[in-house]
């Protein structure tokens, strides 16, 4: 009698880890743990949602097709080979659903995305992570960890969370020597936030290719976290793959609709870019000039490092959680003397690095 018995890979599945929201004894924290977007969700999105309300006893749209051809305008590519996700996330689990079976291998970089290992495992496939060099991704590590069982690769471009980039010439030569029953996904949900010219998103290379999938997210630069959606450009045959298996109805209407008026509000996009890049760039010397080793960022986060053994990350990390700032904290993944910040308000950044500074001085 002890009931039914799921598969040994995900009996030994840990669950994600999200960024925490809350601290004990503070009501409330200020969380620059995940992330979100510093100023908010997008007005023109929050307005689109709130219309919407009175519709809340219809199904879906399960094509998504408003919000395919506001995707496929945008970005100038073909609406029938976008396939939408609760999340990106989603995308990245449905990809691991569609192309791993037990005993395949999937390679993944080193200090990268959580997700891909518990997606892949939780079909039973192998995650095979190599090395990255000085926190970025390197093409010959993966493509010396091929072999006759691997069969998708994920790349972050760029990374989370080290916010470093590797430049599309390099995605490009990752493509070009793998075989094309290997699928290479590119997560490119910080791609918003670049504005360089070796850096390309993925879409080029889906148009040439038959074995990419891009994603991307609304949760990063649209500020729409909360309603989980992802959007992803690939082939036609691999499109229709992730289409045969999602949920018929995964994207709620809301979201649909907010996604949509949030591709138009440029003014909010622009904002956010002015932002991020204005904080980015003092909070990276603030952090310099604290002695913390700062790993140079594309993103909305910086993650950087605490050298001085007598002020490790942990003691760092209960410092501002007792003030009621919530950084992310990696206990694993060998980033353990290491603090990620997500680019906050102008206060909060301010406060963060007044607080830094109390507590390396202390
Ligand atoms: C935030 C993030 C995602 C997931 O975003 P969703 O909210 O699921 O759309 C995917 N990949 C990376 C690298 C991320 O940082």
Redesign the pocket.
Known sequence: MSGPKTHSWIEGLNVYTAGKAKTKGIAKAVKLSA?ECALGPSPMAVKAYTDAASNLHRYPDPAYSDLRAALGEKYNIEPDQIVCGV????L?RLACHAYLKPGDEAIFPAHS?S?YPIAIKSVGAKPVEVDDVNYRADVDNILNAVNDRTRIIFV?NP??PTGTYIPSSEIERLWENIPDHILLIV?A??AEFMNRDDYDAGIDLVKKSNNVLM?R????LYGL?SL???WGYACREIAQTIDKIRDPFNVPSSAQIAGVAALKDTDFQEKVLDHTTKWREWLESELNKLGLKVIPSSTNFILFKFEDPAKPALDANNFLTKHGYILRYYSDQGLGNFLRLTIGTENENREVITLLKKFLEE
């Open positions: 992330n999340g990106s996330d989603e990245l995305f997700m972050a990374n989370n997560d949900a910080y994603t997210t609304f949760s990063k976290a989980r959606l992802g």
